[in-house]
């Protein structure tokens, strides 16, 4: 059985390695564009360019709600091509954005 997730956008946290990236791999080979997500904006872009399918990767702190929000933000806004994420100066604004590690409170 296939399932299809052509024009399905996949957002997967800790998928620079491990169970995470074969997720991510499995969600790109049934057609999902995949948001790759890691502590190292590096790091995610690499595995995004291995995963292929207009994969792209993302920074972002998990324990952080405004990382996470702008992260979310930044998946869900297209680009005018629709076939891979914004690189517009304000999308890698947002992306970096979400690579910048802030504390707020304890943890």
Do not use: H, Y
């Not at 790091?43 to 998990?62: H, L, P, S």
């Not at 992306?95 to 590690?101: G, N, V």
């Amino acid at each position: 059985m296939r399932i299809d997730l052509t024009g399905k956008n996949a957002l997967v946290t800790g998928s620079t390695r491990g169970i995470g990236r074969a997720i991510a791999q499995s969600l790109a080979e049934a057609g999902a564009r995949v948001a790759i997500v890691g502590r190292d904006q590096t790091r995610a872009e690499a595995v995004a360019a291995e995963v292929g399918n207009g994969a792209q990767g993302f920074a972002c702190d998990v324990s952080d709600m405004a990382q996470v929000t702008a992260l979310v933000e930044a998946v869900e806004k297209p680009s005018a091509a629709s076939t891979s994420w914004s690189t517009t100066p304000a999308s890698r604004a947002t992306t970096s954005c979400c690579a910048s590690r802030t504390t707020t409170g304890t943890r």
